[in-house]
């Protein structure tokens, strides 16, 4: 996995099978950077609440979730409710096209 910035959007590049695909680098869910997560197959996993994408349709696998909050702070547990109630949204996918030693990602 690589990150790139074109156009000042941020870019996911992945190799699945010696074939490349671009999807948006930030989480449908929490908008943390995927280049940071785990590549398993065509699924990526974000590093910060485990929601799963298909690089290559940049469907949703798996929602994100917020196990982690504890109610041992009032606040904490406000928050933690009304992060479970943000929905995780697909990735946009872009078209690649391999130009010689060139990956070239078309951006609309």
């Known amino acids: 996995m690589k990150h790139v910035e074109i156009n000042d959007k941020e870019i996911l590049l992945t190799n699945v099978d ?61 928050l933690g409710v009304i992060l479970e109630g943000v929905k995780t949204y697909d990735l946009k996918t872009y078209a690649v096209v391999i130009d010689g030693d060139m990956i070239k990602v078309q951006i609309d």
Not at 41 to 61: I, K, M, Q, W
């Open 18 to 78: 010696g074939r490349i695909w671009a999807v948006d680098d930030r989480c449908g869910h929490m908008s943390a950077p995927l280049s940071k997560g785990t590549l398993k197959g065509n699924s990526v996993e974000c590093p910060l609440h485990h929601a799963r994408f298909d690089v290559t349709t940049g469907r949703t696998l798996k929602e994100g979730h917020h196990s982690g909050v504890s109610g041992a702070v009032v606040s904490i547990t406000k």
